[in-house]
């Protein structure tokens, strides 16, 4: 087993270990982590190994002290820098930053990570914790979309760039949630306004949806909100389109009944009629080439 699943896996058995040891020490009076590290106040770190401090590093962690696990994988990088030893310690950093909701630290951490050692075993996992650190950021709907941008760029980078390793089927589906949550703005705010009878900065959130969001679960109810809103502006050709469109896709839905009601009670049909970009979407659904 190589990369990053033997450091985890090896640091969750040695959390074991050393949590039945440090059980034996506290029965046994000074105990096996007390002779084997000493207490705090006691050598230097300078006097122990790079393996030693790691492996007290992970006990930190384990204790759920995230901070000195933190400082002891950052000592490990100081004192034996480019050792096997500083390499494993820089990754579990940001594995530890990432843990403690740290996310900057983490995305620092895994970056520099990835300068130094680009083509690691354990360079998937260095992106796919940068990546992550967005992702596990983005709020609720309502809030700022900059990081689930930058969430999707970094899990492209994961997919695209390590597209074999065991973290990009994990990126893509975090990938379609993340695009989804941005169509979900766009649906939020373009409801906003068709509430408010401004229908044109309506129509232009659905068309968003609708034309570069069409792959998400919210395309149904954009199409729908389309017809409400060209009908509320008298423009029919487009909320017929706009019905067909539906139709043809999402006949079993709620949104698509919804609709033709809508259509039928201005003695309408959900057909194509006219020009415009619902047209185009139209054509491109009719050939196969679109959903």
Avoid at 41 to 52: K, M, Q, S
Avoid at 199 to 221: C, L, W
Avoid at 253 to 276: H, V
Wanted: hydrophobic share 40%; charged share 25%; proline share 3%.
């Amino acid at each position: 087993m190589t990369g990053r699943n033997r450091y985890i896996i090896r640091t969750v058995t040695a959390f074991a270990l050393v949590a039945s040891l440090s059980a034996c020490g506290k029965r046994d009076g000074d105990g096996f982590l007390a002779n084997f590290w000493g207490s705090k106040a006691e050598a230097p770190l300078e006097t122990f190994g790079p393996e030693e401090i790691y492996k007290r590093a992970e006990f930190e962690l384990e204790q759920s002290d995230v901070d000195e696990a933190v400082r002891l994988f950052g000592e490990v990088e100081r004192l034996y820098p480019y050792s096997e030893w500083a390499k494993r310690a820089l990754i579990m950093q940001a594995f530890s930053y990432h843990a403690d909701r740290d996310y900057e630290n983490s995305r620092a951490t895994a970056q520099r990570f990835l300068d130094f050692y680009p083509a690691d075993d354990d360079a998937p996992y260095a992106q796919y914790l940068l990546a992550i650190s967005y992702y596990d950021q983005i709020d609720q709907v309502g809030r700022d979309q900059g990081l689930t941008f930058q969430a999707l760029q970094a899990l492209r980078t994961v997919i695209e760039r390590y597209p074999d390793s065991e973290y990009a089927k994990s990126s893509v589906l975090k990938f379609d949630l993340a695009f989804d949550h941005l169509a979900s703005k766009e649906m939020e705010i373009g409801r906003y306004y068709l509430k408010r009878g401004h229908y044109p900065a309506a129509i232009n959130r659905f068309r968003v949806v609708v034309e570069e969001f069409q792959t998400t679960s919210h395309t149904a109810e954009a199409l729908h909100r389309l017809v409400e809103s060209y009908l509320s502006l008298g423009l029919t050709d487009e909320a017929q389109t706009a019905g067909a469109i539906l139709g043809h896709n999402f006949q079993s839905t709620g949104f698509y009944q919804d609709s033709y009601n809508l259509l039928q009670g201005r003695g309408l049909e959900p057909e194509a009629a006219g020009k415009g970009w619902l047209q185009d979407i139209y054509r491109q659904v009719i050939r196969g080439r679109w959903l």
